[in-house]
């Protein structure tokens, strides 16, 4: 909703062209139209109740479901014979090769890859990072990977309430843990470690920003000494002149954990305590988390990705105007970052349609962010599709989700 909150209104031209009127300048505007986020849908739909809003979809693509989601199980689609108005950089006209899709929602790992290496699928999101390898050796499978755009998966500190409050504590966490260590074992270099509030296939990154995200554990305990954190108990974690220890709460939804974010966090929490910081993991329920990160109490750290093709998600993640208040409720600017300076920025590349200068603003809001030690970033995701060889001709949008429109099986 944030992409066209100053949308005001649409004027129709004629059968094929409609003029888009907002408040303000928008130059996000476009390439948001160019994913799904803004897809045609039928008025109908849209006007739905919230729990039949996504059990039936009525859209504009070139594949259509008579049966709509079935939580739990997946969604059948069958060709949409009308369709006849391809983009311009697909590879035909007309209808599509399949005659259908069938989604299986297999949220377990291992249940996914061997459906797809025993040939009852023929395609799957996710590939497990681990078996990687070993279908790209096998000649009857084959991977495909895309660079998601937007910001990485990321932790991000609360600047409003609690240690994280000092920019010293924020800069000692970031340096204090080998974050890329960690990622590349554990993803088996599958998801690289991410260098910046954006990842670097997004349109804009300012890759000038990846030096403030190193490796430095002595600069981390100068830090948290500075800071007055300079004792430790005989945990080993440190105490300020008070005695009080020196623990950051991180509500952590395991119930929706994909990629191993659950194992990624136990490893952030071992890392911490090596410089005598206490993580605690407190799994949550997703109103609990909307509560804590609603209300801007009683947590330290939050972890949020955000798919988006412009360099925009950055006013999405770090704009003050997308921080919670009690009148929203939620916000995705979970680390509550407020910064005069970058929300100029960010309108000012809102009225910028010369990539060039867009470009130079997006950079200087991404070192701000970065010296104010804002987010911790983590890795970038990929989406890993791993496709039976006789799969043909899947390609990626601009948000690296799978497009079908061109695929066709052979034998």
């Known amino acids: 909703a944030g992409t066209i909150a100053t949308y005001t209104g649409t004027t129709v031209v004629d059968p094929t062209h409609v003029e888009v009127h907002f408040k303000s300048p928008n130059s996000a505007f476009l390439p948001t139209l160019a994913t799904a986020y803004l897809g045609i849908e039928a008025p109908d739909t849209l006007k739905q109740s919230p729990d039949k809003l996504c059990s039936k979809i009525v859209g504009s693509g070139p594949f259509k479901s008579d049966g709509g989601y079935t939580p739990q199980k997946g969604i059948d689609y069958v060709r949409?014979?009308?369709?006849?108005?391809?983009?311009?950089?697909?590879?035909?006209?007309?209808?599509?090769?399949?005659?259908?899709?069938?989604?299986?929602?297999?949220?377990?790992?291992?249940?996914?890859?061997?459906?797809l290496t025993s040939g009852q699928l023929d395609a799957i999101a996710s590939v497990p990072p681990v078996d990687v390898k070993s279908l790209k050796a096998n000649s009857a499978f084959k991977i495909q990977t895309a660079p998601a755009p937007g910001g990485n998966y990321s932790y991000y500190p609360n600047q409003t309430d609690g240690p994280f409050k000092d920019i010293r504590v924020r800069q000692a966490f970031r340096s204090g843990i080998d974050f890329a260590t960690i990622v590349k074992k554990l993803y088996f270099g599958v998801f690289p470690p991410a260098q910046g509030p954006l990842g670097n296939a997004t349109v804009g990154y300012d890759p000038q920003s990846a030096s403030a995200y190193a490796y430095d554990p002595a600069k981390a305990n100068q830090l948290l000494d500075e800071a007055g954190w300079s004792k430790k108990n005989a945990q080993g974690i440190r105490v300020n002149a008070a005695g009080q220890e020196l623990t950051l709460v991180h509500p952590f939804l395991k119930q929706y954990v994909r990629e191993q974010r659950d194992v990624l966090a136990d490893q952030i929490q071992a890392?911490?305590?090596?410089?005598?910081?206490?993580?605690?993991?407190?799994?949550?329920?997703?109103?609990?988390?909307?509560?804590?990160?609603?209300?801007?109490?009683?947590?330290?750290?939050?972890?949020?990705?955000?798919?988006?093709?412009?360099?925009?998600?950055?006013?999405?993640?770090?704009?003050?105007?997308?921080?919670?208040?009690?009148?929203?409720?939620?916000?995705?600017?979970?680390?509550?970052?407020?910064?005069?300076?970058?929300?100029?920025?960010?309108?000012?590349?809102?009225?910028?349609?010369?990539?060039?200068?867009?470009?130079?603003?997006?950079?200087?809001?991404?070192?701000?962010?970065?010296?104010?030690?804002?987010?911790?970033?983590?890795?970038?995701?990929?989406?890993?599709?791993g496709e039976s060889a006789k799969v043909q001709g899947v390609v990626f949008e601009p948000q690296a989700f799978p497009t079908f429109y061109d695929a066709w099986l052979g034998s």
């Open 271 to 385: 890392a911490a305590k090596e410089i005598g910081i206490n993580v605690v993991n407190k799994n949550v329920t997703i109103d609990q988390y909307y509560g804590f990160v609603g209300s801007g109490k009683g947590y330290d750290l939050a972890d949020f990705s955000w798919q988006r093709a412009s360099p925009d998600a950055l006013r999405t993640l770090f704009g003050s105007e997308n921080i919670a208040t009690p009148q929203t409720g939620f916000g995705t600017n979970i680390g509550r970052f407020s910064n005069k300076e970058v929300d100029g920025l960010f309108k000012t590349a809102l009225d910028q349609t010369d990539l060039t200068q867009q470009k130079a603003t997006y950079a200087k809001a991404q070192q701000i962010i970065a010296d104010d030690a804002a987010v911790f970033p983590q890795y970038q995701f990929q989406y890993v599709l």
């Open 80 to 115: 949409n014979d009308a369709y006849a108005w391809g983009p311009g950089n697909a590879k035909h006209t007309g209808k599509a090769y399949l005659a259908g899709i069938d989604v299986s929602v297999v949220p377990e790992d291992a249940s996914r890859y061997g459906a």
